[in-house]
């Protein structure tokens, strides 16, 4: 049997990885600054990590929600100190797409409304809500096509105002658009947003999958403007690559058994491998450290000559180019062995790398982009 080809592959496979640093089977090293997906957060293969999710699954990896799992209790209480969302409940699954396809049906299911509000160049997941609140029709099946999304403009209110009416559920809204290009929404834009929606009786749905977990600098992107949303979506970086999704959701919206559920979301190992990640970011301040780091590569390429515009707030940088970004991002791969992400429609290499990166590490990256725009 072959495999079911999806993506465009790149002709290399990774073996091992430790830090920022990939090895493929051939042996050659490579830089991740994209962290599989901004995945990896707290580096490849860390140690305490590796641990963890050893020692836990040889005393049991899964049993079902049929059960208590004591880990959920604790990771939530450590959620709730990290995160600034000191009430709120949370709810495990295993991706970001299905974080977003509950979180929608929980808005729904609260409100007893079936229309959500959505952004333009919005990606939100490939499973059916998630996918038709997500800015790409070439990624809809028929199937997933509806009427009860309607669009506005990100950073115009006016835009939002116009379609909002009484049967929005919610509002869905990432921290900072990812694969968009590292489009970020403002403070006005996003206290208008929340006003508008608490006014209409919406509920505010921050996707923070790619933005959130410390990426930015604060627990979450959306942190930056003050504002607070009723519910979160969380996925990637929340276990350093061990498939964990969650929503974290206002106390004001009741639970009731059976509305949400799910088979693997948050079985023991999971769990293990969320806490680690968790554990590991506040004992290293990697949220800190994102902020610096932050700064400091934005230091390093602002003005740069090959860069048209670059965007973005902590470790999630956008670098908008005057040449072909596919090109750079291609020559950054290939002959300086230093893995980019890429945002096709707006010309946007997009760095996401593990929060524990360091200057030198920015250093080489930004040595390497001088010599592939020269
Ligand atoms: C903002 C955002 N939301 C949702 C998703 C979907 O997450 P997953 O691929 O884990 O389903 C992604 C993935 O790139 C994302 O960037």
């Known amino acids: 049997m072959n495999t079911f080809e999806v993506f465009k592959l790149f ?35 860390q140690p ?33 100190k990290i995160s600034g969302y000191s009430d709120y409940k949370l709810f495990l699954v295993n991706s970001g797409a299905e974080a977003n ?13 079936s229309k959500v509000i959505a952004f333009r160049k919005a990606f939100h997941g ?21 009427d009860n999304v309607l669009w506005a403009e990100l950073n115009d ?19 900072i ?14 206290t208008n947003l929340r006003e508008l929606c608490t ?23 959306h942190q930056h403007s003050g504002v607070k949303a009723d519910i979160i979506s969380l996925a990637k970086g929340i276990a350093n690559g061990f498939p964990v999704g969650a929503i974290m959701i206002n106390p004001e919206i009741p639970a009731k058994f059976g509305m949400l559920g799910t088979t693997f979301g948050g079985n023991h190992l999971g769990c293990a491998a969320a806490l680690a ?18 700064e400091y590569i934005f230091g390093k390429l602002k003005g740069h000559k090959a860069i048209k515009d670059l965007r973005g707030k902590g470790l999630m940088v956008g670098i908008e180019t005057v040449a072909d970004a596919a090109e750079i991002r291609n020559k950054l791969l290939f002959d300086e062995h230093i893995f980019t992400g890429f945002s096709g429609g707006v010309n946007t290499i997009r760095l996401i790398p593990p929060l524990c990166i360091t200057e030198k590490e920015i250093d080489r990256f930004v040595e390497a982009f001088d010599k592939v725009t020269k």
Request: positive net charge; proline residues 3%; charged residues 20%.
């Open 11 to 45: 002709p290399i496979a990774i073996e091992s990885a430790k830090g920022l640093e990939l090895t493929n089977t051939e042996g050659k090293k490579y830089l991740d600054l994209y962290g599989g997906h901004g995945v990896i957060s707290i580096g490849h293969s």
């Open 48 to 80: 305490d990590y590796v641990k963890r999710i050893t020692e836990q699954i040889q005393k049991i990896g899964f049993y079902s929600n049929s059960v208590r799992i004591p880990f959920q209790e604790e990771l939530a209480q450590k959620l709730q």
């Open 101 to 113: 396809e509950n979180a929608l049906k929980l808005a729904s299911f609260y409100t007893n409304r």
């Open 126 to 146: 490939r499973t059916s809500l998630a996918v038709a609140v997500t800015d790409s029709p070439a990624i809809q099946a028929p199937i997933n096509k509806t």
């Open 157 to 175: 209110i006016e835009s939002v105002k116009k379609v909002m009416n009484g049967d929005v559920a919610a509002v869905i809204i990432e921290g």
């Open 177 to 190: 658009q990812g694969v968009g290009g590292v489009k970020i929404p403002t403070t006005e834009f996003l």
């Open 199 to 221: 006014k209409n009786g919406s509920l505010l749905i921050i996707d923070e999958i790619q933005s959130g977990y410390g990426r930015t600098g604060k627990f979450f992107a």
């Open 277 to 294: 990640t968790v554990d590991v970011m506040l004992k290293n301040n990697y949220v800190e450290n994102a902020a610096k780091m932050g």
